[in-house]
């Protein structure tokens, strides 16, 4: 209908046969006077179109919407306001403003985790309604213990809410060690629930039910990993607050005892990181090891990753590592990949199951000794076997070269200990 109506508007184009200037620039005008009143009538009309469709929609969608109303837990209400205060003393008005700063970030803490507890109940009965193909587990991984970081909140608000005078301060994170286990065993798990969450969202169902969280009205438009970083951010904020708290505050007992508390939680928050790097490099090396097999890395070794990446490698002098061939700048390499540890460096081929295992106590690296690549180098083990690499550019060569020369120069440092230990040498004493 619109595209009809457009096609209806006359505009004037040719005026080969019109003498009177004056008249064409008139008719000229009053066409596209015509054409943009005509225009607008259509584009009215295609509005109102669309308005009609987007509330039917709007109505068939929201009637399919997500409902956490009956999984909502009760939580207690919003701090009430700070009352107006006459006082000079600037300290005191900014302690009671972070004071009040607690409270109020918890609260809104408090209803994020609400919701997340929600979602896990909504998530799970969709999962034993028989409506989904995902398992329990799923939702135990994404989740984790939220309810307990949610117990755990609601227990520290009530204690700041109770809190009236400034010598109550101090004890409000007295639970600093309940506090560790519950982020802890949150923290440590959350990039394990983030990489589920893309892998489930390959899943049509989980995807629909996905997209579905941020029209849910308490999810204020936020998508799940929204709710998923929460407590991560909250464990990191506790710290800079009691920090603001104790800077506030004048000198004296409760001051040393909440400084004291800060202490504590700063250490929550390191060991909570600590942990949460642990375990990720243990699924790192589980990677790594079912990537290279048992006769490279054994099970349950105990290994540092200093890294690795893709990587070529040159036939050595004797050509006794050349089994797959690509061309590299008119080189005969083969593609790889390398894992530099502490003590050990690896390559690996990506098209072949060949594999160099080169321990760094016996080994140097060094510039290529028959040619010149600015992207090339050598890794030489036990004084015979060269292993030349090559670098996608000059200062990927640079950094892998020197990473390789730090991890030889402590393992042999290590190896020079060992040795003076086991026969009883001592270098000070010689002359």
Same mark, same amino acid.
């Given at each position: 209908?619109?595209?009809?109506?457009?096609?209806?508007?006359?505009?004037?184009?040719?005026?080969?046969?019109?003498?009177?200037?004056?008249?064409?620039?008139?008719?000229?005008?009053?066409?596209?006077?015509?054409?943009?009143?005509?225009?607008?009538?259509?584009?009215?009309?295609? &509005?109102?179109?669309?308005?009609?469709?987007? &509330?039917?929609?709007?109505?068939?969608?929201?009637?399919?919407?997500?409902?956490?109303?009956?999984?909502?837990?009760?939580?207690?209400?919003?701090?009430?306001?700070?009352?107006?205060?006459?006082?000079?003393?600037?300290?005191?008005?900014?302690?009671? /403003?972070?004071?009040?700063? !607690?409270?109020?970030?918890?609260?809104?803490?408090? =209803?994020?985790?609400?919701?997340?507890?929600?979602?896990?109940? /909504?998530?799970?009965?969709?999962?034993?309604?028989?409506?989904?193909?995902?398992?329990?587990?799923?939702?135990?991984?994404?989740?984790?213990?939220?309810?307990?970081?949610?117990?755990?909140?609601?227990?520290?608000?009530? =204690?700041?809410?109770?809190?009236?005078?400034?010598?109550?301060?101090?004890?409000?994170?007295?639970? %600093?060690?309940?506090?560790?286990?519950?982020?802890?065993?949150?923290?440590? #798990?959350?990039?394990?629930?983030?990489?589920?969450?893309?892998?489930? =969202?390959?899943?049509?169902?989980?995807?629909?039910?996905?997209?579905?969280?941020?029209?849910?009205?308490?999810? #204020?438009? !936020?998508?799940?990993?929204?709710?998923?970083?929460?407590?991560?951010?909250?464990?990191?904020?506790?710290? /800079?607050?009691?920090?603001?708290?104790?800077?506030?505050?004048?000198?004296?007992?409760?001051?040393?005892? @909440?400084?004291?508390?800060?202490?504590?939680?700063?250490?929550?928050?390191?060991?909570?990181?600590?942990?949460?790097?642990?375990?990720?490099?243990?699924?790192?090396?589980?990677?790594?090891?079912?990537?290279?097999?048992?006769?490279?890395?054994? &099970?349950?070794?105990?290994?540092?990753?200093? %890294?690795?990446?893709?990587?070529?490698?040159?036939?050595?002098?004797?050509?006794?590592?050349?089994?797959?061939?690509?061309?590299?700048?008119?080189?005969?390499?083969?593609?790889?990949?390398?894992?530099?540890?502490?003590?050990?460096?690896?390559?690996?081929?990506?098209?072949?199951?060949?594999?160099?295992?080169?321990?760094?106590?016996?080994?140097?690296?060094?510039?290529?000794?028959?040619?010149?690549?600015?992207?090339?180098?050598?890794?030489?083990?036990?004084?015979?076997?060269?292993? =030349? @690499?090559?670098?996608?550019?000059?200062?990927?060569?640079?950094?892998?070269?020197?990473?390789?020369?730090?991890?030889?120069?402590?393992?042999?440092?290590?190896?020079?200990?060992?040795?003076?230990?086991?026969?009883?040498?001592?270098?000070?004493?010689?002359?």
């Amino acid at each position: 209908f619109i595209l009809e109506e457009a096609e209806g508007v006359v505009v004037v184009s040719d005026f080969s046969d019109v003498d009177d200037g004056d008249d064409v620039d008139k008719e000229k005008k009053d066409g596209e006077r015509d054409s943009k009143e005509k225009t607008q009538a259509a584009t009215k009309k295609l &509005k109102n179109m669309l308005k009609l469709l987007t &509330k039917k929609e709007n109505e068939n969608f929201t009637s399919n919407l997500l409902d956490i109303t009956q999984y909502y837990p009760e939580i207690p209400h919003a701090p009430a306001p700070l009352p107006s205060s006459g006082s000079n003393n600037s300290k005191n008005t900014l302690c009671d /403003l972070v004071i009040q700063e !607690l409270k109020t970030s918890e609260w809104e803490y408090i =209803r994020d985790m609400a919701v997340m507890t929600s979602l896990e109940k /909504l998530f799970m009965n969709f999962i034993e309604t028989g409506k989904s193909t995902m398992k329990p587990s799923d939702a135990e991984i994404i989740f984790r213990n939220s309810k307990e970081i949610f117990d755990a909140s609601i227990d520290l608000y009530t =204690r700041m809410v109770d809190m009236t005078k400034e010598s109550n301060l101090s004890s409000i994170f007295s639970g %600093s060690k309940q506090l560790h286990q519950v982020y802890a065993a949150y923290c440590e #798990r959350h990039l394990t629930a983030q990489n589920l969450v893309l892998e489930l =969202r390959k899943n049509s169902e989980f995807n629909h039910f996905y997209k579905q969280i941020i029209f849910i009205p308490q999810c #204020r438009g !936020l998508p799940l990993e929204g709710f998923l970083i929460k407590p991560i951010q909250r464990v990191c904020k506790y710290p /800079l607050l009691l920090k603001e708290l104790v800077r506030s505050m004048a000198d004296g007992e409760q001051r040393d005892l @909440l400084a004291n508390a800060l202490t504590e939680l700063e250490g929550t928050v390191v060991n909570v990181n600590e942990n949460q790097r642990r375990y990720e490099l243990k699924r790192q090396m589980s990677r790594i090891q079912k990537d290279l097999g048992d006769e490279i890395i054994a &099970k349950d070794t105990d290994k540092t990753l200093v %890294s690795e990446g893709l990587i070529m490698v040159m036939p050595e002098p004797s050509g006794a590592i050349v089994d797959f061939v690509a061309t590299v700048r008119g080189k005969t390499t083969k593609e790889g990949h390398y894992y530099l540890f502490h003590d050990m460096l690896v390559i690996s081929s990506t098209s072949s199951k060949k594999k160099y295992k080169i321990p760094l106590e016996e080994a140097l690296v060094r510039e290529c000794s028959d040619f010149h690549d600015e992207c090339g180098f050598e890794v030489v083990h036990a004084g015979n076997k060269i292993y =030349r @690499l090559l670098a996608e550019t000059e200062d990927q060569k640079n950094t892998i070269k020197n990473d390789i020369g730090k991890c030889i120069e402590a393992c042999q440092a290590q190896q020079f200990r060992r040795w003076t230990t086991s026969h009883n040498f001592n270098p000070s004493t010689t002359t």
